[in-house]
């Protein structure tokens, strides 16, 4: 991650100016549970800007980005996670130390999501394997989910048209989730299944894994009947 500091020309004293990091040239970065609930934890906190995003959609946010992937510099995405436009860092995090901590943790969440997604068969992400309490998300984390997975689209939303029927049919069923509003377990077992399986179609189709750059060299043909891929969820 890159830390620039420079003077402050009307104070003449030095400052960080926090630039956006480079995920393709990071180290791994150790993410389990317990990660995963102190980055939660963290979302949950007062003093975010009211469009920040919760756990859940923060996960499907991420997800997109891997599998879709929508080609875009960090500069670029990484505000709508804290909530602003533009090449901005929320005030939560405008401290050297506190940036640093929060791109860890979404340089590990990153770094976990394409492993369970690679691995065969596939592992559900924390919120879709729906055993992770979520402290920053009020809504039905399906919904929640949903909605930052269709939120990284909107970022390229033509190219749906460029993709394969199976593709498609993929993003439209995590697409109807978007809306639906259940606080009962079985409605997140269903849709946890659901948003599962249409991601396994989009990881079978993709070229490259996003932030994290090209896709290793393999010798897995891509674009596998869609049976295929559901099959691969765990």
């Known amino acids: 991650m890159r830390i620039k500091v420079r003077a402050n020309a009307r104070f003449g004293q030095a400052r960080a100016v926090l630039l956006p990091p480079n995920f393709r040239t990071m180290d791994p970065v150790p993410f389990t549970a317990a990660e995963f609930a102190s980055l939660d934890a963290w979302l949950a906190e007062d003093g975010w800007p009211d469009e920040r995003m919760d756990i859940a959609t923060l996960e499907g946010y991420l997800v997109a980005l891997l599998v879709w992937p929508i080609e875009l510099p960090a500069g670029?995405?990484?505000p709508s996670i804290w909530g602003v436009r533009?090449?901005?860092?929320?005030?939560k995090i405008d401290a050297a130390?506190?940036?640093?901590?929060f791109i860890a943790l979404i340089a590990?969440?990153?770094?976990?999501?394409?492993?369970?997604?690679t691995?065969?068969?596939?592992?559900?992400?924390?919120?879709?394997?729906?055993?992770?309490?979520?402290?920053s998300s009020p809504f039905f984390a399906g919904a929640a989910w949903s909605t930052g997975f269709m939120t990284a689209l909107y970022h390229n939303s033509a190219g749906l048209q460029s993709?394969?029927?199976?593709?498609?049919?993929?993003v439209e069923s995590i697409a109807s989730y978007a809306s639906l509003r259940s606080q009962q377990p079985s409605a997140m077992r269903a849709a946890a299944g659901a948003l599962s399986g249409a991601i396994a179609i989009l990881v079978e189709e993709r070229a490259s894994s996003g932030p994290l750059g090209p896709l290793p060299v393999s010798g897995a043909p891509l674009g596998r009947r869609a049976a295929s891929s559901q099959s691969r969820v765990a």
């Open 163 to 170: 993709r394969s029927i199976a593709s498609r049919s993929a």
């Open 119 to 135: 691995v065969s068969p596939c592992q559900r992400t924390f919120v879709l394997a729906h055993d992770a309490k979520i402290l």
């Open 76 to 78: 670029a995405w990484l």
């Open 108 to 117: 590990g969440l990153l770094q976990d999501l394409e492993r369970r997604l």
């Open 97 to 101: 130390e506190k940036y640093e901590r």
């Open 86 to 91: 533009g090449w901005k860092v929320a005030a």
